[in-house]
Structures are given as structure tokens and as C-alpha cells.
């Protein structure tokens, strides 16, 4: 093991036992190395561990103090501290047989006292991530910038009206697509955090978004400087920590990304609890984005609909869960994305062993909807009765409409030539939901 097997001597690497197993420490439905549809369940699904929430939640919430103490970190911001972080952190990814991790800058290594203090210090801990990397073949799945936590981000990063706070954060931005390059990571992650507004009345919304729109082309621009393969995303959130965030969701942002010429340089990170959050249903934006071509990964987590803020929890859902996977599979599966468990344990769950049991439920709901979606596909009837309801755009008036060869003109004269009313035709909204809870 990475870290000598010393941080997690209770816990054994998790192991496939079969869907009859009641040991909550393996793997009901996750069979790594077994093929699916011509594919590894590991490559369709390419889980990733988040550094920010597991290994660096503490509990803390407005209204209380921390509850979780792990016992390798010392709560200190040394160097030494950030080391042996990372060495649990590996052994916990080779125990729990994920293939990738993510991680912010701020997240693995201390700030100095100064910006060439803070790039240091983050070369020595990346240094370790890489030979960690090596040993274990653990891969970075994506790097993010923290532009969000710092006070002198309060009033936003590259939407800041003080452009030395842009400048600041674009020098945040280089050094972390630096070590993301160094570690071989698969994308780059925009999450604005502060990108957004308190209050209209002191913003200049159209210079914001247009100085947000400067830092995604210099950082496109210096990814292909450097020859960095990955992907550059940017995950849509409404709201939280600002009042209005200018990425709402997928939809605005496809349309920004394309009136500033970036649609074809960036795809999205999508977060099923941030859709919920924009007042849409969980697989939203996933879907919207896969059939679009544009999900390049998703931040795995969902809310609670009872409540009006981001959970970031598990997901432990199986319809849920078959939903993303039909999804995955529709799109022809994952190139460079995968599913980040960008999700915490609750600060009531304070021992290390949740930790294994979170991300072990989570990971085995998301293999079982996707073997319920093979399942749902392979048998074509739900693909079926969809291309069905649509089956008057595939020739003759809805062919012409669908191609662009018709017009108000062309649509009147048919209309008047064959007036009457169309038939009334049933959705079957409850038979397409009674079918698709027959592979669940
Ligand atoms: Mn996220």
C-alpha cells in the first residue's frame, strides 16, 4: 500500500462479493474488471475520489464547529501535515480500487506567505502526488484552482472589479494547470464560485462576464501553449455562496460559452445537486449536456429536495443512478470525464470507516444503474417507444419542418389544403415511467 498500509490498519482493500453479500465493506454490484457492453464497468464509470470534501472536511457548518478529526492530521497547515495527508489519501483511493482523484491547489498544499512561497510549497506536495501516482497507478482524473475561499476573492475572481485580483488569479490559474500537466491530469475545472453578484445595484454585470469570458480564452490559449491535453470545464451552479452566479446552469452556460467563441474549447462539469439548485430535476443537466456532446464530467452528488441549499451528498438512489448511466452509455461513454464523488459524509458521521462506507454505497448504486441500463438499452423497448412519439418527424411535413426545407408559407397551404384538427395524441408518461422501473 502507497502509505505502508499504516493510516487504514482496520480496513481491507474493497473486494467484489455478488449482490447476495451483506458486508457493507465490498461491492455488491462493482465488478471493476468485468466487461459490459464491450466495455470494463471501471471504464464506463472512471470513479473518482475527491480531495476537498473527504480529506479535508472537518464538519464544520454555520452553526457548529468541526466534529471530524482524522487521526493522521494534526489540524496544522505545516508542510509535514500536507504530506501525510497525502499519503493516507492514496492508500485510502488503492483501498477503495477507484482509478482517479481531483483535487483544488488550496487542498493539498499550505499558502506561504508569498505567491512564490504558495508555487513551492505546491511543487513539493505534487512532487509526492506524482511519485504516489506512479507506484499505485493512480491517475488525476482533474486539477481546479481554489478562486473562491480567499477574502481577496470576496468580490469574485476574474469578475473582480479590481483587475490586480484578476491578475492574482490568473497566476493561480497557470500554476495549478502546471501541476494538473505535471501529474498528468485528464481536464481543468472552472467552478465560480464568487464568478456572480451580492447585489445588482454595484455590479456591471456585462464587464463581469466579459472579463470571466477573457480568463477561460487565456486559460484555453495557455493550455495549448504547453501542450496539456486535458479538457477545460466550467461547472454551472445558480447560486451560493453569491446571490446570482453568472454559470446558472448548462443552458446558459452553452450560450455564453458560445457568444464568446469558446464552445468548441470548453465542455461541462455537471453537478446534479447544482441542478437541483437552478430548480431543475437532478439528471437535468446531464442529460441536456450528453445529447448535446458537451458533458465532459460529472461532479457525482445529489441534494435534498426539502432543503434550499447544496448537500453535496451520496448518491444511493438506483433509478437516480440508472438515469446518469443511460446517459453515459447514450453518449458513448466518457473520454476524458468521469464520476467525481464530489460529495461529503454528514458531520454527524464521524468515524474513519464512513468513509469507505459512503463512497462503497455510492459506487455500487451507480454500478447497478448502469447494469440497468444495459439492460434497458439491450432490450430496446424504452428506446423504442421514445423514437416512436417521434416518429412523424421522420418524413414527409416533419421530415421538411425537422431539415429546414419548409416554411410558415409551405405549412399554411397544408393546413388549409387538409383542414382538419390533428388527432389527440397520449404523452404516456405513466407507461414510459412503468417500463423504465421494470430495469430498475
Ligand atoms: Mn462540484
Known amino acids: 500500500m502507497a502509505g505502508d498500509g499504516s493510516f487504514f490498519p482496520e480496513i481491507q482493500p474493497i473486494a467484489f462479493a455478488g449482490p447476495e453479500s451483506d458486508n457493507v465493506l465490498s461491492y455488491r454490484y462493482y465488478d471493476a474488471d468485468e466487461v459490459i457492453m464491450g466495455k470494463k464497468m471501471r471504464d464506463w464509470l472512471r470513479f473518482s475520489v475527491c480531495y476537498w470534501h473527504t480529506f479535508r472536511g472537518n464538519g464544520l457548518d454555520p452553526f457548529g464547529k468541526p466534529t471530524i478529526n482524522r487521526p493522521w492530521d494534526d489540524g496544522t497547515e505545516s508542510l509535514d501535515n500536507a504530506l501525510r495527508r497525502v499519503r493516507a489519501a492514496f492508500e485510502f483511493f488503492q483501498k477503495l480500487g477507484v482509478d482517479y482523484y481531483t483535487f483544488h491547489d488550496v487542498d493539498v498544499s499550505?499558502?506561504?506567505?508569498?505567491?512564490?512561497?504558495?508555487?513551492?510549497?505546491?511543487?513539493?506536495?505534487?512532487?509526492?502526488?506524482?511519485?504516489?501516482?506512479?507506484?499505485?497507478?493512480?491517475?488525476?482524473?482533474?486539477?481546479?484552482?481554489?478562486?473562491?475561499?480567499?477574502?481577496?476573492?470576496?468580490?469574485?475572481?476574474?469578475?473582480?472589479?479590481?483587475?490586480?485580483?484578476?491578475?492574482?488569479?490568473?497566476?493561480?490559474?497557470?500554476?495549478?494547470?502546471?501541476?494538473?500537466?505535471?501529474?498528468?491530469?485528464?481536464?481543468?475545472?472552472?467552478?465560480?464560485?464568487?464568478?456572480?453578484?451580492?447585489?445588482?445595484?454595484?455590479?456591471?454585470?456585462?464587464?463581469?462576464?466579459?472579463?470571466?469570458?477573457?480568463?477561460?480564452?487565456?486559460?484555453?490559449?495557455?493550455?495549448?501553449?504547453?501542450?496539456?491535453?486535458?479538457?477545460?470545464?466550467?461547472?454551472?451552479?445558480?447560486?451560493?455562496?453569491?446571490?446570482?452566479?453568472?454559470?446558472?446552469?448548462?443552458?446558459?452556460?452553452?450560450?455564453?460559452?458560445h457568444q464568446h467563441g469558446l464552445y468548441d474549447e470548453v465542455m461541462l462539469n455537471i453537478e446534479p445537486n447544482h441542478t437541483q439548485l437552478a430548480g431543475h430535476e437532478f439528471e437535468h443537466d446531464i442529460i441536456l449536456t450528453a445529447q448535446m456532446g458537451k458533458l465532459g464530467s460529472i461532479d457525482a452528488n445529489t441534494g435534498s429536495e426539502s432543503l434550499g441549499w447544496d448537500t453535496d451528498e451520496f448518491i444511493v438512489d438506483h433509478a437516480r443512478a440508472t438515469l446518469i448511466a443511460k446517459a453515459i452509455i447514450e453518449m458513448g461513454g466518457f473520454t476524458q470525464g468521469g464520476l467525481n464523488f464530489d460529495a461529503k459524509v454528514r458531520r454527524e458521521s464521524t468515524d474513519v470507516e464512513d468513509m469507505f462506507i459512503a463512497h462503497i454505497a455510492s459506487i455500487d448504486a451507480l454500478a447497478k444503474g448502469l447494469r440497468n441500463a444495459v439492460r434497458l438499452l439491450e432490450h430496446g423497448r424504452l428506446p423504442a417507444m421514445l423514437k416512436q412519439r417521434y416518429a412523424g418527424f421522420d418524413e414527409g411535413l416533419g421530415k421538411q419542418i425537422e431539415e429546414g426545407n419548409s416554411s410558415l408559407e409551405a405549412l399554411t397551404q397544408h393546413c388549409l389544403d387538409n383542414d382538419t384538427e390533428p388527432p389527440v395524441l397520449s404523452g404516456k408518461q405513466e407507461k414510459f415511467q412503468a417500463v423504465f422501473n421494470h430495469y430498475l
Open 110 to 257: 499550505p499558502e506561504g506567505a508569498t505567491l512564490q512561497e504558495t508555487f513551492d510549497n505546491l511543487d513539493k506536495v505534487t512532487d509526492l502526488m506524482l511519485e504516489l501516482q506512479a507506484k499505485t497507478g493512480i491517475k488525476l482524473l482533474w486539477g481546479t484552482a481554489n478562486l473562491f475561499s480567499h477574502p481577496r476573492y470576496m468580490c469574485g475572481a476574474s469578475t473582480n472589479p479590481d483587475p490586480l485580483v484578476f491578475a492574482r488569479a490568473a497566476a493561480q490559474v497557470k500554476k495549478a494547470i502546471d501541476v494538473t500537466h505535471k501529474l498528468g491530469g485528464q481536464g481543468f475545472v472552472f467552478w465560480g464560485g464568487r464568478e456572480g453578484y451580492a447585489h445588482i445595484i454595484n455590479t456591471d454585470m456585462t464587464r463581469e462576464m466579459g472579463h470571466y469570458a477573457q480568463m477561460l480564452k487565456m486559460a484555453v490559449a495557455y493550455k495549448k501553449s504547453i501542450g496539456f491535453s486535458g479538457q477545460i470545464l466550467v461547472e454551472p451552479k445558480p447560486r451560493e455562496p453569491m446571490k446570482h452566479q453568472y454559470d446558472y446552469d448548462a443552458q446558459t452556460v452553452l450560450g455564453f460559452l
